[in-house]
């Protein structure tokens, strides 16, 4: 049987279709491999091939753009939006544009080529994520922005061009659709419970237990009950709190755990998967304190969006969440 299940925030509807009984063993499974590249610009000693540094953790020389570091954070060579001139908006009739202003950094995540979130140490990726931090909260305060996103792509089936453990973040003068969803979604919900509707999953999927995952004292990491993707993850805080760069320290070292295990769990159960990570956090302009939580969104890349997604905006999911939940509960440990 199949089901027809809606987002509790984006009221989004998905097809979870049972009915295709694919089970997680079924996938046509891609696991990420490593190469080694003696050519790689992320590696240590390999500086002068990135653009200067915005900012780095450095455990000896404390010169910049040398080695002795432990992470770094560049522009990126490769910008899809650019950080210089002022935002200039502008309409054809219809259409309307402005020109690619913006702010397109790369978080190299550790000197060591082989590494990776799941492998390194919990205070290695607490650093990752302190970094992420400080640079949203550098950025914001240039007025053009109104928006930041987070992510990575690891592996080449998520988009990744090169292995070299990183993330990436750019900054937008625009709210993107898919957070406009989510605040739209979370705003309605606060007018009619007067609760934030983040909090209400958490609370409810944590006493519930068929798609919780782990937990720690501050995260809870749980299958979504309308997920798009086969074993979508998130981790949200248990506390309310609507911007991520307001995360206290203790509370990125207990995210650091989480996010270790639950790529663990993924690299155990999915056979180290390609994934595509993001960070959802609050609009920096409007105010969305009360309604709006910020989350982690883990996707590993198990199946291709096809044609009736793209015609519909509907998600045919073939793994329920419980199913997934149940997988990387069993994967822990
Ligand atoms: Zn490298
Ligand atoms: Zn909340
Ligand atoms: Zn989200």
Same mark, same amino acid.
């Given at each position: ?16 279709? @049972? #009915? ?23 590696? #240590?000693?390999? /500086?002068?091939? @990135? ?32 950080? /210089? ?28 080529? %082989? ?18 931090? %400080? ?26 061009? &090169? ?15 898919? *957070?406009?969803?989510? *605040?739209?979604?979370? +705003? ?9 509707? =983040?909090? !209400?999953?958490?609370?409810? /999927? ?5 798609? =919780? ?22 981790? &949200? ?5 609507? &911007? ?10 207990? &995210?650091?755990?989480?996010?270790? !295990?639950?790529?663990? +769990?993924?690299?155990?159960?999915? *056979? ?32 291709? *969006?096809?044609? =009736? /997604? ?24």
């Amino acid at each position: 049987m199949s089901e027809l299940r809606k987002d509790p925030v984006t009221g989004r509807w998905v097809i979870i279709s @049972t #009915e295709r009984r694919k089970r997680h063993g079924d996938f046509r499974l891609e696991s990420v491999h490593i190469a080694p590249d003696p050519a790689c610009p992320f590696c #240590e000693g390999h /500086e002068k091939m @990135t653009p200067r540094e915005l900012l780095a953790y450095r455990r000896a020389n404390p010169a910049p753009n040398q080695a002795g570091w432990e992470l770094r954070v560049v522009p990126n060579q490769f910008p899809v939006l650019r950080v /210089e001139g002022g935002l200039d908006r502008q309409g054809e009739g219809l259409f309307d544009k402005m020109n690619g202003i913006g702010a397109h950094e790369v978080i190299i995540e550790t000197p060591r080529h %082989e590494e990776t979130l799941a492998t390194m140490s919990d205070a290695a990726v607490e650093q990752v994520l302190w970094a992420f931090r %400080e640079r949203v909260l550098d950025l914001k305060q240039d007025r053009r922005f109104r928006y930041i996103i987070i992510f990575k792509n690891h592996g080449v089936a998520a988009g990744a061009s &090169l292995d070299h453990s990183h993330s990436q973040l750019i900054a937008l003068p625009i709210v993107p659709r898919e *957070v406009r969803d989510e *605040v739209d979604g979370a +705003r309605s919900h606060f007018a009619s419970k007067e609760r934030c509707v =983040f909090c !209400d999953i958490v609370r409810q /999927e944590t006493s519930d237990r068929r798609r =919780f995952i782990a937990e720690n004292a501050d995260m809870v990491a749980l299958a979504p009950y309308a997920p798009r993707f086969p074993f979508e993850t998130w981790i &949200l805080p248990k506390r309310h709190q609507s &911007l991520f760069e307001e995360t206290p320290r203790h509370e990125c070292g207990s &995210l650091a755990r989480l996010l270790g !295990d639950i790529l663990r +769990r993924m690299n155990k159960a999915l *056979v180290s998967p390609p994934y595509n990570l993001l960070i959802h956090s609050a609009p920096f302009v409007e105010p969305s304190g009360d309604f709006y939580h910020w989350h982690v969104e883990i996707i590993p890349k198990l199946t291709k *969006v096809a044609g =009736f /997604e793209w015609a519909t905006g509907f998600y045919v999911n073939p793994t329920a969440p419980e199913e997934a939940a149940h997988v990387l509960r069993e994967a822990g440990g």
